[in-house]
Structure formats: structure tokens, C-alpha cells
């Protein structure tokens, strides 16, 4: 038996009511006003499909690092790097060791479901575990209805042969090259094509034959399905496929386009995610992945699905919320208008990839140094043991600092130097477990950081070398989510 062992999600905290579209671009486009209710999720300016994958995985590998994990998915079609493998990178955030496989699946929307289904397949020959993550950041033009429909987030799922939460059952796909959308090799925003006909001749027709093909498969009826998790942005279209499908219209899960939008490649699992947070025992889960033809995916939630609830799951992220109504900002953060960053901004951000390799654990993985002597934590690590009562020489072994908790002792906003969201926050941060370190905050709102603040680490974009197109990551301090 192979499954799912544990799940996590991650939603961006911005929010951006679709309103404040309508109201920047109602003027020009009118049929904006159709799509008005509820809001999208959107990316703070340090986060990518990378970063949103690492958080996934960190909530769903909560806290623990299974040893036997071996092999890396991710799943993008925004992913930072072409040709740089990014479920390396994921790899090395995590801190998950280096002998293992690693794959990046893209170039369609249903890379993640279809992703799944042969990870699933490997990790029942392999045994062991399997990490598969995705992330979605999609960017769209403004005025355009995608601008209304996407949302960005990620989740993530930890496979294997025990301990199972959701057995996979099996599955059906249909591969056509029915192109409802798509993006050229040099093209920065997608271009879709007419909604009724996409609806008619695509979901209508394709998704059924997938949807048999799984039921013939597992030899599940269609009304056993308790949950049929299908994205779309057409209104109502889960429901009608599901009613021709012959499963229970009730089963019809919530896309949670009204609270977040649609996450692309990563909405699935998103969805599924969202469901295994609320499904029970024994209920069959039907999971939909669209694009260039369909996968229909079947689990079945165990009595073992209970023991997920300290996750934060979609549901955490999606609570932890703020309102962004600065329209602008979203164009700023998602480099749809040129700005000014003024003279401070022009320093050259190459990055020297020697260095980088050479320091890959520290940077990327966040490792620091615990004296084997005295016990001393400190970041960087080094040679020599900062206690200055101690001051032993090669006696440091590596220690994870990313799942330390940090409290801020001290902080700064400061307006003069350049960020892309000022006033940039930064301070003194002292871990839990020992160790300090200067860092730079996300996520905060001015006048809402405050010494003795709790604070968490996450993995962010520290710049952008936008001249070389190379991202350059480390890790800041952010406020706590709490879980659902």
C-alpha cells in the first residue's frame, strides 16, 4: 500500500480584493465588474514558486526531517531557474542531504497531478519516503481577467509505503492536446482562449472520459466519491462535470477562488490539501488535474488522517491574512511597472557561485555551528567557539537553525535604504536553542514589530540580480503562523 504520509500548504498572508482591480481598471475593461467579489492571494516581494515550496514542505515535514526520504518533486510552470534545477535548491533549504533523486516537472498544468501519480508509482517500487512539493506564481497582464482569476500558493506531500493518512487507490489519464491556454518559451503572461468553448468541448468532454478511466481502474462507483476536488475557474464547472459524471453534486469540493484564487499547476494539491484537512476516515477523495488532457487521481483518507491536524494546512495560511488595497504595490511586486529605486538600488547583486557552493549549507540550508565542548550555538559557523570562556578550535558540529524559533531583541525600520516594500525592518534575532544573528523581517507591518516578538525563519528572495536573471535566497524572520 503507498499514499500519502503527511500534507502541508501555503498561501501568501497578502490578500488583494478583486475590487480594487476593478476599481484601477473598471475604466477599460468593464467586464472586470463580473469578477469583483472576493480576493487573490498575492506574493510578497521576496517570494517566488520556490519559496512557497519550501514553506509547504516545511509544514508538511513539521518540524521532523524523515531519514529515508528519497527523492524530490517539484512542480512548477513559474519556476526562478530554466536551467537550474530548483528541487536541488528545495533540497538543500530543507536540509534533506544530497543522496537522492531530484526532478523538476513543468510545462503544463496538470505537471503536479500527473507529477504525483509516477511519484507515487516510484515510491511504491522504492520504498522509503518521496517529498512532493509545488508552487504556483503566475504573473498576468493588467486589465486581463487572469489578473482577477490567479491566485499564488503551494503545497506540499510526504509519500510512502507506512504510516499512511490517504491511500492511493489509483487512476486514470487521458492525454489531448487541447490548448485552452498558453505561454510561448519568451512570452511573460499566458493567453487563454474563448470560456464557453473551453468549458463545452474541453471539461465537459475530457474530464469524464479521466474520470471513468479512474473508476475503471480502482473499481470505485462514482457515488462513492465523498470529495471531488476539481480546480476551475468557470463558474460552477466542478459541479457540472461531477453532475455527468454521476458523482454526487454535494461532493463538489470549494475551489477557494472567493479566498485565495487559483494557484495553477500547484491548485490541485492545494485543494487536496484543503480537503484532507476536513475529510474522515474512510471517505474516497477524487482528485482532478487539468491541461493538455486530464489525471483523475483517487485516495481514501485513513484512521490515521487525525494525527494531521497540527498542521497549518491551507486552512492555517488562508487565516492568517492581511488586506492589501494598494493596487500599485501588487504591480511593484510583481514587476509590472518600472520604478525608481533610486541611487542605492544600483549596486551590481552578482553573486559569486564559488562562494556560493562553498557556503551552500550555511546560505541555503541555514546550517550554523554547536560547539561539541560547551554547547555554544552560533551562525556563522566557524572555527573557533565564540564563547569566550571556551574558545576551542574545530570542536563545531552542524546545527539546523531554521526550525529554531527567534525572538527579536532589538529592530530598525529604516527608510533610507532601498526596498522593494520600505521601510525596510531588520534587528537582532536571539534562537531558542542559542545563537544570534542580524536579520532582515518579512511579512511585518510598520509600527508592528515589537522586542520580545516571537518570530519565525522562512526562506525568501534576499535580491535579485535582475541583470543575470539569478535570485539570490537566504532566510529572514517573519511572524508566527498559527496552525488551523
Given at each position: ?401 531554521a526550525e529554531t524559533s527567534a525572538t527579536i531583541q532589538s529592530w530598525t525600520a529604516d ?70
Amino acid at each position: 500500500m503507498v499514499g500519502i504520509t503527511a500534507y502541508g500548504g501555503y498561501v501568501p498572508r497578502r490578500r488583494l480584493p478583486r475590487s480594487v482591480i476593478v476599481e484601477a481598471n473598471g475604466w477599460f475593461n468593464s467586464a472586470l465588474k463580473g469578477y469583483s467579489k472576493g480576493e487573490r492571494s498575492m506574493c510578497n516581494w521576496d517570494e517566488d514558486a520556490l519559496t512557497m515550496a519550501v514553506e509547504a514542505s516545511r509544514d508538511c515535514l513539521d518540524q521532523s526531517r524523515p531519514d529515508d526520504i528519497k527523492a524530490i518533486y517539484l512542480a512548477s510552470t513559474t519556476l526562478p531557474f530554466t536551467d537550474r534545477q530548483n528541487s536541488g535548491i528545495l533540497g538543500t533549504a530543507l536540509n534533506l542531504g544530497q543522496n537522492m533523486m531530484t526532478m523538476d516537472i513543468t510545462s503544463s498544468q496538470r505537471a503536479a497531478t500527473s507529477g504525483l501519480i509516477n511519484a507515487l508509482n516510484v515510491a511504491k517500487g522504492m520504498g522509503g519516503s518521496a517529498l512532493f512539493a509545488t508552487g504556483e506564481h503566475r504573473r498576468s497582464q493588467t486589465a486581463n481577467n487572469n489578473e482577477m482569476m490567479y491566485g499564488d500558493g503551494g503545497a506540499a506531500l510526504l509519500l510512502g509505503n507506512d504510516e499512511i493518512v490517504a491511500e492511493y487507490i489509483g487512476a486514470g489519464q487521458i492525454a489531448v492536446d487541447f490548448v485552452d491556454h498558453y505561454r510561448g518559451q519568451n512570452a511573460d503572461f499566458d493567453y487563454n482562449w474563448e470560456e464557453r468553448w473551453i468549458r463545452d468541448e474541453g471539461f465537459m468532454k475530457i474530464v469524464p472520459d479521466a474520470v471513468q478511466a479512474a473508476l475503471d481502474n480502482t473499481g470505485i462507483s462514482a457515488d462513492e466519491v465523498d470529495h471531488f476536488v476539481m480546480p476551475g475557474t468557470i463558474r460552477n464547472i466542478a459541479a457540472m462535470v461531477g453532475k455527468r459524471c454521476g458523482i454526487n453534486t454535494e461532493a463538489a469540493r470549494d475551489n477557494l477562488h472567493g479566498v485565495m484564487g487559483e494557484a495553477g499547476t500547484s491548485h490541485s494539491l492545494v485543494m487536496l490539501v484543503d480537503c484532507l484537512q476536513e475529510a474522515k476516515p474512510g471517505q474516497v477523495i477524487m482528485v482532478i488535474g487539468w491541461g493538455q488532457g486530464c489525471d483523475a487521481l483517487v485516495f481514501r483518507a485513513t484512521d490515521k488522517l487525525p494525527t494531521m491536524a497540527n498542521r497549518k494546512g491551507i486552512k492555517g495560511h488562508l487565516a492568517h491574512r492581511k488586506e492589501e488595497t494598494n493596487y500599485n504595490k501588487f504591480l511593484a511586486f510583481n514587476g509590472l511597472v518600472q520604478q525608481d529605486g533610486g541611487l542605492r538600488s544600483e549596486t551590481d547583486k552578482q553573486t559569486a557561485l564559488t562562494t556560493l557552493y562553498r557556503n551552500k549549507e550555511m546560505v541555503i540550508g541555514f546550517v550554523g555551528g554547536k560547539c561539541e565542548q560547551c554547547g555554544t550555538v552560533q551562525f556563522p559557523k566557524s572555527r573557533i567557539c565564540v564563547n569566550p570562556n571556551c574558545g576551542a578550535i574545530n570542536t563545531q558540529e552542524n546545527h539546523k537553525m531554521a526550525e529554531t524559533s527567534a525572538t527579536i531583541q532589538s529592530w530598525t525600520a529604516d527608510n533610507l535604504t532601498y526596498a522593494p516594500d520600505p521601510p525596510h525592518h531588520f534587528g537582532m534575532v536571539n534562537f531558542s536553542e542559542g545563537g544570534r544573528m542580524m536579520a532582515d523581517f518579512t511579512d511585518v507591518d510598520e509600527g508592528g514589530v515589537a522586542v520580545g516578538d516571537e518570530f519565525r525563519m522562512v526562506f525568501r528572495i534576499k535580491a535579485a540580480d535582475e541583470k543575470r536573471g539569478f535570485n539570490k535566497y537566504f532566510w529572514k524572520a517573519a511572524p508566527k503562523v498559527q496552525a488551523s
